[in-house]
């Protein structure tokens, strides 16, 4: 099943049974860089789910920490799209905090594991942890602002 949306793709993920792949259309645009989010519910909480690459690490051989804060950005819209509260890009970050916590292991499974606080008309208050084989990597929380609707 896949939904139609003008800048992203969301369908059931061929590979893994139970996801839905949620990738940007446009591959020069940032979000490209992490490549294909993979999205589920779990109970009250969306699990979003990359693998990091080499391309993602630091010198240290573990996920650098401008793309975990990229990923974990991104989490936040890929889990709003798994709410069920967003459909398309045109929503925006207000804010993103962030403590990172442990390394991770480039090549292995990254988990956001991501609650939705509460929602009101214009905003989404969510937070999450980062997890790799059941270690905390990071815990986060952020603001999204909704799109504004269309002008008429």
Do not use: C
């Amino acid at each position: 099943m896949s939904s139609e949306e003008p800048f992203f793709t969301y369908a059931d993920d061929p590979e893994l049974s139970g996801w839905k792949r949620w990738e940007l259309r446009d591959p020069t645009r940032f979000n490209a860089f992490l490549g294909p989010l993979l999205t589920r519910m779990e109970g009250e909480k969306a699990l979003v789910r990359m693998v990091p690459q080499r391309q993602h690490s630091n010198l240290q051989e573990s996920t650098h920490g401008g793309a975990l804060l990229g990923f974990m950005d991104a989490a936040l819209f890929a889990a709003a799209r798994t709410f069920g509260l967003l459909t398309a890009g045109r929503a925006v970050t207000l804010d993103l905090s962030a403590q990172f916590i442990s390394t991770s292991i480039i090549g292995d499974p990254i988990v956001a594991e991501v609650e939705l606080l509460r929602e009101t008309g214009r905003m989404l208050f969510m937070r999450g942890l980062v997890t790799q084989h059941g270690n905390v990597l990071a815990s986060f929380s952020g603001t999204v602002r909704k799109s504004s609707p269309p002008r008429a």
